[in-house]
């Protein structure tokens, strides 16, 4: 299943005016392939999933899965939330099991399809649990079962492991790359990380400041399993994260006061030194 | 240690306050009864609510007076929620009945239930129907506006989450919009209960046959105030055992599955 994106616009009503999102946005993914999205926040990386999941649509240019349009959400194509976004009222086994529900899979598949995919993620052990009972990662694993059990051809994940600490995180990544070895799954991952990013993907794509388009895309030919501190790696991530920089500091001198860039320059002037200065 | 005695949070020391209490009120009610400032058909003592309360019970009139409300609430009740959610559910989603229906919901209920007895008088007569009338229109509004307004603060992400998964239509509605919306239902039922309630006793006592609030006018009638008082006290427990047990344990089930009070 190759997903792509031809002349994509995107712009969002807010408080009465209109805000564009994404713009003239161009990239094919192909079958099996890990792509990484990484920008500064509000670029509309989340519009982006959207798009792709057919929960949006665009307001000019097409997304297309092989030859298709996308036309609305479709159990190919599924997302693992920024927040989880598991339903609190159920307990993890029967989040996994909600669409095959959906789909009247009898019970004892369900069971069955649920207990694999928790399986992969290694969360079998607390299927009776209610998420509020669970850990921020425990949480994340039980959002991407949910999502695996479908046995969706592409797995769409926003910032899935943003809000966990560095070692769950990166024990997370270790099993997402496992996961996606074995289910050669396309996976299409946005994050804030550029470490992260490099380390899981085939190629990633960085996101302009508002409104987003795609500013480069980065090869990653580093031969898996891929160690965190590979030299290359770390090349790679300079480079990124030199070219991201700009795009972050255009976001702050848009978000935060007028003076934001001014500020930093009074800071490198200690107070003291600057007493009487200027009489 | 006496400190301890007032400050301190334990379950026992809460209920031994709690029994301290309620036995010095009852102290208080016994001297005041002792001081004669009132004649006792006026000012009955404990002991002699006590006795009414006990040939009430046994005469069987106080059980039969029970079921005969507890009859009409539960039925208007029960109608009132089924209706409530049911309307409360579509207004919350579609944005014109909001802004038309849910508006007016919200100014209707300013109503004081007992209000809509003449009217169901008129329409029904002076039967049973019009003493549940009151009660369904008593509790209603406020099942309706409380699932509304749980629906519209469902957060987004559930949604989203629903129709990724492949939840449309009816679907989304049973499995996603109202298990979401659900803490907040239940905050409307409390209060439904509450308002079914008190349209109910109101109703009674102004034209019901059996029942506790026509008991409690009875009383009225024969110049019983231990009689009165014995209904009276009925009443609360019931309201009390109600509002508690039952939808304060329901509350605080969905806030802790909800993940919005530590376990
Ligand atoms: N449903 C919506 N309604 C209105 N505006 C929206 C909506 N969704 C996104 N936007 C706006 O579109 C822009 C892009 O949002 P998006 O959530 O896609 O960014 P993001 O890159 O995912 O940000 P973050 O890194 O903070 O998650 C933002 O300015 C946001 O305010
Ligand atoms: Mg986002």
Request: net charge positive; charged share 20%.
């Amino acid at each position: 299943m190759r997903v792509t994106l031809k002349r994509v616009h995107k712009s969002f009503q807010q408080k009465g005016q209109r805000v564009q999102a994404l713009r003239d946005i161009n990239f094919s993914i192909e079958e099996g392939e890990f792509i990484c999205v990484i920008g500064p926040s509000g670029c509309g990386k989340s519009s982006l999933i959207s798009l792709i999941a057919g929960l949006e649509f665009p307001d000019s240019g097409e997304v297309y899965v092989d030859s298709k349009i996308v036309d609305g959400p479709s159990k190919d194509r599924l997302v693992v939330f920024q927040e989880a976004a598991l339903f609190p009222w159920l307990t993890v086994q029967e989040n996994v099991e909600f669409g095959l529900k959906l789909q009247k899979v009898s019970l004892a598949e369900r069971n069955q399809r649920a207990f694999e995919a928790l399986k992969m993620v290694h969360l079998t052990r607390f299927l009776n649990a209610y998420p509020h009972e669970l850990s921020g990662g425990m949480r994340q694993r039980a959002a991407i079962a949910r999502a695996l059990v479908m046995d969706p051809k592409i797995l769409l994940m926003d910032e899935p492991f943003a809000a966990l600490d560095a070692q769950t995180r990166q024990l997370l990544q270790e099993e997402l790359q496992t996961i996606w070895q074995k289910t050669k799954k396309t996976i299409f991952f946005v994050t804030h990380n550029v470490r992260e990013a490099t380390f899981l993907s085939d190629r990633v794509f960085e996101i302009s400041a508002r409104p987003g388009t795609i500013k480069k895309e980065y090869p990653v030919r580093i031969p898996r399993p891929r160690v965190e501190q590979d030299p290359q790696l770390l090349m790679l991530q300079t480079k990124i994260m030199g070219s991201l920089k700009d795009e972050i500091d255009k976001v702050a001198k848009e978000q935060l006061d007028l003076d934001y860039g001014l500020d930093k320059n009074i800071d490198q002037v200690p107070a003291e030194r600057n007493l009487g200065s200027n009489i | 240690m006496i400190r301890n005695f007032f400050y301190h949070d334990s379950m026992l020391l809460k209920i031994i306050r709690q029994v301290i209490f309620y036995s010095l009120l009852y102290f208080l009610w016994l001297f005041l009864f002792n001081l004669k400032l009132w004649p006792s058909y006026l000012f009955p003592s404990p002991a002699q609510v006590g006795e009414t309360f006990i040939s009430i019970y046994k005469d069987k009139t106080l059980f039969s007076a029970i079921f005969v409300t507890m009859k009409r609430l539960l039925l208007g009740y029960g109608i009132s929620v089924v209706i409530g959610v049911a309307i409360g559910l579509v207004i919350g989603k579609i944005r014109v009945l909001d802004e038309t229906l849910g508006g007016f919901f919200v100014g209707i209920q300013t109503l004081p239930s007992i209000c809509w007895l003449p009217l169901a008088i008129l329409w029904f007569g002076l039967s049973e129907a019009a003493i549940i009338f009151v009660v369904i229109m008593g509790s209603l509004l406020s099942v309706t506006i409380a699932t509304d307004s749980g629906v519209k603060n469902i957060q987004p992400m559930y949604l989203r989450a629903g129709r990724n998964m492949g939840a449309r239509g009816i679907d989304m509605f049973l499995y996603v919009i109202f298990p979401a919306a659900l803490p907040s239902i239940v905050g409307g039922l409390k209060q439904g209960w509450s308002f079914a309630w008190r349209a109910l006793m109101g109703a009674e006592i102004v034209f019901a046959t059996l029942g506790l609030g026509h008991l409690l006018n009875v009383g009225r009638e024969l110049n019983d105030m231990s009689q009165v008082m014995a209904v009276m006290i009925v009443i609360i427990v019931i309201g009390i055992v109600m509002d508690m047990l039952v939808f304060g344990s329901l509350e605080r089930k969905f806030r802790k599955l909800w993940g919005l009070e530590k376990s």
